[in-house]
């Protein structure tokens, strides 16, 4: 079946370090695809979005990057601090307003 | 605005048990949804509206029931609770297609 997934289901930094989190999806048609970040006992928070026309995008120290060919999706965080440990999860936009969220990679931020 | 709110925070519920987990939203979005997270997991869609009286199935509709009265409140039914239901739900509007999902604080629930 179509999927949303995580290539890493944990990721430790080290404070100021840049971060990689990658995602690969399986449905060629999705169009809009967003990262959200999750702290403990916290519902999803938005990141970043990108859609399907674009390759890139950045926001405030976040940066992600679409590679349609093979179907892959990164979130990538500048100078990593404490504050961004959380678990990061990517959604693809499936359909009529359904997002297909991916499993999560925690992010471990020591100083 | 006080955005997506959810009641309860917090419940127990023995197996048959029956219960309503609430919703609400104060940013007139039209758009809904109920999401479930199990322990290290992602979201999975229960059920959304498009629009007040308007509902249709998500990913995992069984076992939950919603309706949608008015704009402001999308309440999530559980008629017969089963350990399988244990996890934690959250509510999510949009104001329209593709624009940021603002999500609840979420309801944790175990069923015993």
């Known amino acids: 079946g179509e999927s949303v997934g995580l290539h890493l289901p944990t990721l430790s930094v080290q404070e100021g370090d840049n971060s990689i989190i990658n995602c690969a999806y399986s449905?060629?048609?999705?169009?809009?695809f967003i990262w959200y970040k999750q702290e403990s006992g916290k519902g999803p928070q938005f990141i970043i979005d990108?859609?399907?026309?674009?390759d890139k995008r950045q926001g405030q120290r976040v940066t992600v990057l679409l590679n349609k060919t093979v179907k892959h999706l990164s979130l990538q965080i500048a100078a990593t601090q404490p504050g961004d440990s959380a678990v990061y999860f990517c959604?693809?936009?499936?359909?009529?307003?359904?997002?297909?969220f991916g499993t999560g990679t925690r992010l471990l931020v020591s100083p | 605005n006080a955005g997506v709110t959810q009641t309860p925070k917090f419940r127990i519920l023995k197996i048959g048990q029956s219960m309503t987990l609430q919703c609400t939203q104060d940013?007139?979005?039209?758009?809904m949804y109920w999401y479930r997270q199990d322990p290290g997991m992602g979201l999975k869609l229960i059920y959304y509206?498009?629009?007040?009286?308007?509902?249709d199935k998500g990913e995992v509709p069984n076992g939950y029931n919603v309706s949608r009265s008015t704009t402001e409140d999308f309440p999530l039914r559980l008629e017969l609770a089963a350990p399988s239901q244990t996890s934690v739900y959250f509510c999510?509007?949009?104001?329209?297609?593709?624009?940021?999902?603002?999500f609840g604080p979420g309801t944790r629930l175990l069923v015993l």
């Open positions: 959604a693809e936009f499936k359909g009529f307003q359904k997002l297909v």
């Open positions: 449905n060629s048609a999705s169009d809009y």
């Open positions: 990108i859609r399907s026309n674009m």
């Open positions: 940013m007139n979005h039209n758009y």
């Open positions: 509206s498009v629009g007040a009286g308007i509902t």
């Open positions: 999510a509007s949009i104001w329209d297609l593709k624009e940021t999902q603002y």
